[in-house]
């Protein structure tokens, strides 16, 4: 049986994603206590037993000039007594049906691993949504005063200026930025942004790692503030290597099922990625 969870099932629903999803950052525990909704999780049962599940978390998208709302698959897994069955698919089928009757435009999702983008792509799946990855390493290059994040309409006008250019882009919402900043504050190392003359000129969303500073998405107005806020923040945490995405080609990160024509490029990030 194919059916929305509901709060009776969270405990049944965190096991599985718990063993399908191991963690030792405490995001699990994070997203469980702080984003996770049964009515947003359809499951899929065999006598009484979870066997499958994915969560439809929605969105606004901007495709081709419109507005709409899109369903974010997220969290797709299977139990692994039960793999190899088709029930993926049937739950994936079964998300479709729920989007066309509310009106979405699209669904979206962002492969695990690289082997995923061929099963995903039978479903109606394109490989469309790229990040730029680029090295920054500490150098003579002046950094400059940073502080942390904290409105949300600042960020979004510079997100808004540089992934326009994308046919296709997530519209962020109040909810959606300050979700990302108490994320970051809690279990990253926070929001940072660079000004010049009062003005937000570059932003990064911000890891440690073991082997140096990690942004999991930084946006500037261009080249120089982006350095110079690389720099800023390999000073700031005492790190010579900073690695960072921002809107570009390059690697492919997501894969985009149009329920209409829709352009071969886009940009999606901070979608718990």
């Known amino acids: 049986m194919i059916r929305f969870a509901e709060a009776r099932d969270t ?5 599985l994603f718990d063993l ?4 030792e950052s405490g995001f699990n525990a994070y997203f469980f206590d702080h ?15 979870l066997c499958a599940m994915l969560q439809m978390l929605p969105y606004q998208l901007s495709l081709n000039g419109t ?3 899109a369903a974010y698959i997220y969290g797709a897994c299977t139990h692994p007594e039960h793999r190899r069955k088709h029930l993926m698919a049937q739950l994936l089928e079964a998300s479709f049906q729920e989007d066309i009757r509310r009106g979405r435009v699209a669904s979206m ?20 949504f790229t990040l730029k990855r680029q090295i920054a390493l500490q150098g003579t290059i ?20 540089k992934v326009c250019q994308s046919a296709c882009f997530i519209l962020r919402s109040e909810d959606d930025w300050k979700v990302q900043f108490q994320l970051f504050d809690a279990l990253g190392s926070g929001a ?81 990625n």
Request: glycine share 8%.
């Open 11 to 15: 405990y049944a629903v965190r096991a």
């Open 20 to 23: 399908c999803f191991p963690d």
């Open 35 to 49: 984003l996770y909704r049964p009515e947003q999780t359809l499951l899929y049962e065999q006598a009484d037993k």
């Open 67 to 69: 507005a709409g709302e």
């Open 109 to 128: 999702l962002i492969p695990q691993e690289e082997w995923l983008f061929d099963f995903y792509r039978p479903f109606g799946y394109l490989p469309m």
């Open 142 to 161: 002046p950094g400059a005063d940073i502080q942390r994040l904290r409105d949300w309409c600042e960020v979004d006008k510079l997100y808004k200026q």
């Open 192 to 272: 940072f942004g660079l000004y010049e003359g009062g003005d937000l000129a570059a932003y990064a969303f911000v890891w440690q790692e073991e082997t140096g500073l990690y942004a999991q998405e930084l946006i500037a107005k261009d080249m120089i503030f982006q350095e110079q806020l690389a720099q800023a923040l390999m000073r700031r945490f005492d790190k010579r290597k900073f690695v960072y995405d921002t809107v570009g080609d390059g690697r492919t990160l997501g894969c985009l099922k149009p329920y209409q024509p829709a352009s071969v490029r886009g940009y999606i990030n901070l979608m718990f």
